[in-house]
């Protein structure tokens, strides 16, 4: 999986590093896309708490 984004790329790593299935990898990394995405990629220290929990 190739990714542009370097905390995405941080994340990728940090999952192999710690044994994680492939699968697993491409799912967790899927869901924080679509969080990212849902918030229109605002940063979570800009956001409250209910956007962020």
């Known amino acids: 999986m190739s ?3 370097p905390f995405l790329k941080g994340l990728q790593e940090e999952m192999r590093m710690r044994g994680y299935s492939i699968r697993t990898e491409k799912t967790y990394l899927y869901w924080i896309k679509a969080f990212i995405n849902f918030h229109h ?3 979570p220290e ?3 708490t209910e956007e962020v929990t």
């Open 3 to 5: 990714l542009k984004s």
């Open 46 to 48: 800009t956001m409250g």
């Open 41 to 43: 990629k605002r940063h």
